[in-house]
Antibody
Framework: EIQLQESGPGLVKPSQSLSLTCSVTGYTITSGYDWSWIRKFPGNKMEWMGYISYSGSTNYNPSLKSRISITRDTSKNQFFLQLNSVTTEDTATYYC?????????WGQGVMVTVSS | DIQMTQSPASLSASLGETVTIECRASEDIYSNLAWYQQKSGKSPQLLIYAANRLQDGVPSRFSGSGSGTQYSLNISGMQPEDEGVYYCLQGSKYPYTFGAGTKLELK
């Protein structure tokens, strides 16, 4: 069975970078599909942040401008989120997810708080 | 960006009642719409994709319909385990965009 699991620090200081890892088991991320990061803000708003495809191409939400980077380590079957220059507005629960016909597999989510 | 207007923001339904949640897109999304359920403390779960296709393992009381800019999710017979927040998501154009969510509670 496909499983995704996020990991990373739960607290980040303003102006610093947020870095998260999504570890995938049960499927090789270079075999197919798009692998996304999605976040849920306090109050229920959801935002798709971007993806890295099985071929390594990326696509980002323009709202994040040049702050976001999604990369991968194929040897570890992991992909990563880096979000630079964070503010308190980036406080959210971050999910990684696999997209086939919809986002059919999700990680359990990691709550990240941006605070000094 | 395509704006997804979801309604209602919240509703309360009795056991066995039929529930309808709607999403309106700011432009034609050609049935590239999915519905998700998120229970408290859990990750979102895909219910419906391509506007009306039931995801494997999802109970048949869930159904989706619509086209163009108007879509709906129906639950035929509310069950206690259906409580949660429901979201629509358009996948027609980047960036993908979500509706604001509908909180569904059992009356």
């Amino acid at each position: 069975e496909i499983q995704l699991q996020e990991s990373g620090p739960g607290l980040v200081k303003p102006s610093q970078s947020l870095s998260l890892t999504c570890s995938v088991t049960g499927y090789t991320i270079t075999s197919g599909y798009d692998w996304s990061w999605i976040r849920k803000f306090p109050g229920n708003k959801m935002e798709w942040m971007g993806y890295i495809s099985y071929s390594g191409s990326t696509n980002y939400n323009p709202s994040l401008k040049s702050r976001i980077s999604i990369t991968r380590d194929t040897s570890k079957n992991q992909f990563f989120l880096q979000l630079n220059s964070v503010t308190t507005e980036d406080t959210a629960t971050y999910y990684c997810a696999k997209k086939r016909r919809g986002f059919d597999y999700w990680g359990q989510g990691v709550m990240v708080t941006v605070s000094s | 960006d395509i704006q997804m207007t979801q309604s209602p923001a919240s509703l309360s339904a009795s056991l066995g009642e039929t529930v309808t949640i709607e999403c309106r897109a700011s432009e034609d999304i050609y049935s590239n719409l999915a519905w998700y359920q998120q229970k408290s403390g859990k990750s979102p779960q895909l219910l419906i994709y391509a506007a009306n296709r039931l995801q494997d393992g999802v109970p048949s009381r869930f159904s989706g319909s619509g086209s163009g800019t108007q879509y709906s999710l129906n639950i035929s017979g509310m069950q206690p385990e259906d409580e949660g927040v429901y979201y629509c998501l358009q996948g027609s154009k980047y960036p993908y965009t979500f509706g604001a969510g509908t909180k569904l509670e059992l009356k």
